[in-house]
C-alpha cells in the first residue's frame, strides 16, 4: 500500500525523491494504488486523473499524517469507551469488495457504537461513495 512506502523513513526518503524527478511515475504509481479503490472502469478514469491532480498540494498533509499513523491509531485505542457510549444511532457504510478495509473492519467499527447499523454494500469497494453513490446516498438520508 501507498501509505506504507511513506510510513518507512528511509523508503519514503527514496521514494519522495524519486517521484520529484520523474512526476510521471508519480502518476503511474497514484494511479497504480487508486485504480483498484474504483470499481467502474469510465469512472475510474475521471475520478483518478482528478484525484492526482489535487493530490501533490495535499502531499505534505499526507506525510505528516503518515509520520505518526501507528501512534496515532493506537493512542486513539483510549478513546474507544467514548465511542461505545456514543448514545445516537450510527450507519456505517463499507464496500464488501473493499481489499483494504474487509469486512471484518467494518464489523469490528461497527461494533464499537452501541447503536449501529451495518451496511455492507456487496458491489462496492473501498471509495463506496464512488462506486455506489445512490445507496450511500439513500443510506445518508434515511431514518
Known amino acids: 500500500m501507498v501509505t506504507s512506502r511513506f510510513r518507512t523513513p528511509l523508503l519514503r526518503t527514496a521514494v519522495?525523491?524519486?517521484?520529484?524527478?520523474?512526476?510521471?511515475?508519480?502518476?503511474?504509481?497514484?494511479?497504480?494504488?487508486?485504480?483498484?479503490?474504483i470499481r467502474d472502469r469510465e469512472v475510474r478514469k475521471r475520478c483518478v486523473?482528478?484525484?492526482y491532480e489535487q493530490f501533490p498540494a495535499t502531499r505534505p498533509a499526507f506525510w505528516r499524517l503518515n509520520d505518526d499513523l501507528i501512534g496515532t491509531v493506537m493512542s486513539?485505542?483510549?478513546r474507544i469507551p467514548e465511542l461505545r457510549a456514543?448514545?445516537?444511532?450510527?450507519?456505517?457504510v463499507f464496500g464488501a469488495r473493499d481489499r483494504y478495509l474487509n469486512f471484518?473492519?467494518?464489523?469490528?467499527?461497527?461494533?464499537?457504537?452501541p447503536h449501529s447499523q451495518l451496511h455492507l454494500l456487496a458491489e462496492a469497494?473501498?471509495?463506496?461513495?464512488v462506486d455506489e453513490p445512490e445507496q450511500v446516498a439513500n443510506l445518508?438520508?434515511?431514518e
Open 140 to 142: 445518508i438520508v434515511a
Open 104 to 113: 471484518r473492519v467494518a464489523r469490528r467499527f461497527a461494533a464499537l457504537f
Open 76 to 78: 486513539r485505542r483510549r
Open 16 to 37: 519522495c525523491a524519486v517521484v520529484r524527478r520523474r512526476p510521471e511515475l508519480d502518476r503511474r504509481l497514484y494511479a497504480w494504488q487508486v485504480d483498484g479503490f
Open 125 to 129: 469497494g473501498h471509495y463506496v461513495q
Open 86 to 92: 456514543f448514545a445516537p444511532p450510527v450507519r456505517v
Open 49 to 51: 486523473a482528478r484525484l
